[in-house]
């Protein structure tokens, strides 16, 4: 099994992953940024979605919204979250690398490092294909992750973070000449202490605008926060907008 397909992983961990705090951080997000602003009504594909961190505050706003994870379990919880919230969004159990939705959607959304976990870079190019693919004539993509120069900035020493009941240590390692890296997790909670660790590609901006074109993107642009602020030596976040072409 790839670390990925783990489920264990993703709810093991979740006091971090999703985290109350999250769930507040990306409400405001959605409802203050500029690059998250859509004509009322657009219809939003949240690739990788996990419990909706993002998909329910995107349906809050009144997109029609669609939320898109390889893991049951999470689709469940995020269904849940709008249930109780009383707002609608679709639910649907897929692989990234398959699934397409031709030309459905106005806006295809990629959050928080949830891109570039494929061993094989073409598969995770063909994420963005499919994005391409699923979007209709003048949509967007947003890929929204932790970049190799925002990530460069706090590689370090373990960190620890603390959980209701615990903690968890994190400690990061780059490997093969800064493509990839693969962060340890241990959660301690009592006597026990359970281990996860996953390995992703790191991309630069240069990279990662380089990949949008080859999956058929024009007019990629990089931003270095929610707030719309320019990717410099200030920026917390890479944050990449493509635009599928307009038909004449
Ligand atoms: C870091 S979490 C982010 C979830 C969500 N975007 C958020 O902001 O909370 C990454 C998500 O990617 C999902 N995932 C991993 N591999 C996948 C795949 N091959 N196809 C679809 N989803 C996948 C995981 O199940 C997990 O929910």
Same mark, same amino acid.
């Given at each position: 099994?790839?670390?990925?397909?783990?489920?264990?992983?993703?709810?093991?961990?979740?006091?971090?992953?999703?985290?109350?705090? &999250?769930?507040?951080?990306?409400?405001?997000?959605?409802?203050?940024?500029?690059?998250?602003?859509?004509?009322?009504?657009? &219809?939003?594909?949240?690739? $990788?979605?996990?419990?909706?961190?993002?998909?329910?505050?995107?349906?809050?706003?009144?997109?029609?919204?669609?939320?898109?994870?390889?893991?049951?379990?999470?689709?469940e919880r995020a269904a849940a979250v709008c249930a109780d919230a009383k707002v609608e969004a679709s639910f649907v159990q897929a692989d990234v690398r398959e699934y397409v939705a031709p030309a459905a959607f106005d806006v295809v959304l990629n959050m928080y490092t949830s891109f570039g976990y494929f061993e094989d870079p073409g598969e995770n190019l063909q994420v963005l294909r499919n994005a391409h693919d699923s979007?209709?004539?003048?949509?967007?993509?947003?890929?929204?992750?932790?970049?190799?120069?925002?990530?460069?900035?706090?590689?370090?020493?373990?960190?620890?973070?603390?959980?209701?009941?615990?903690?968890?240590?994190?400690?990061?390692?780059?490997?093969?000449?800064?493509?990839?890296?693969?962060?340890?997790?241990?959660?301690?909670?009592?006597?026990?202490?359970?281990?996860?660790?996953?390995? $992703?590609?790191?991309?630069?901006?240069?990279?990662?605008?380089?990949?949008?074109?080859?999956?058929?993107?024009?007019?990629?642009? $990089?931003?270095?926060?929610?707030?719309? &602020?320019?990717?410099?030596?200030?920026?917390? &976040?890479?944050?990449?907008?493509?635009?599928?072409?307009?038909?004449?």
């Amino acid at each position: 099994m790839d670390w990925y397909e783990d489920l264990n992983l993703w709810s093991g961990f979740s006091a971090v992953l999703f985290s109350p705090e &999250r769930e507040r951080q990306a409400a405001e997000i959605v409802a203050t940024s500029p690059l998250l602003a859509f004509p009322p009504n657009s &219809r939003v594909l949240d690739q $990788c979605c996990g419990v909706g961190v993002f998909t329910v505050p995107l349906a809050h706003q009144g997109y029609r919204t669609t939320g898109v994870d390889l893991h049951t379990e999470l689709l469940e919880r995020a269904a849940a979250v709008c249930a109780d919230a009383k707002v609608e969004a679709s639910f649907v159990q897929a692989d990234v690398r398959e699934y397409v939705a031709p030309a459905a959607f106005d806006v295809v959304l990629n959050m928080y490092t949830s891109f570039g976990y494929f061993e094989d870079p073409g598969e995770n190019l063909q994420v963005l294909r499919n994005a391409h693919d699923s979007l209709a004539p003048g949509g967007q993509l947003i890929v929204d992750l932790l970049s190799k120069e925002t990530y460069a900035s706090w590689v370090g020493p373990p960190k620890i973070v603390d959980i209701p009941g615990g903690m968890v240590v994190m400690r990061d390692t780059i490997l093969d000449d800064w493509s990839r890296y693969r962060t340890d997790w241990t959660m301690v909670r009592g006597n026990t202490a359970e281990h996860s660790s996953l390995t $992703c590609y790191v991309y630069s901006a240069t990279e990662l605008r380089t990949m949008f074109e080859q999956a058929g993107f024009e007019s990629v642009e $990089c931003f270095g926060g929610w707030d719309g &602020r320019p990717y410099d030596g200030e920026a917390t &976040r890479l944050i990449v907008r493509g635009n599928k072409v307009r038909t004449a």
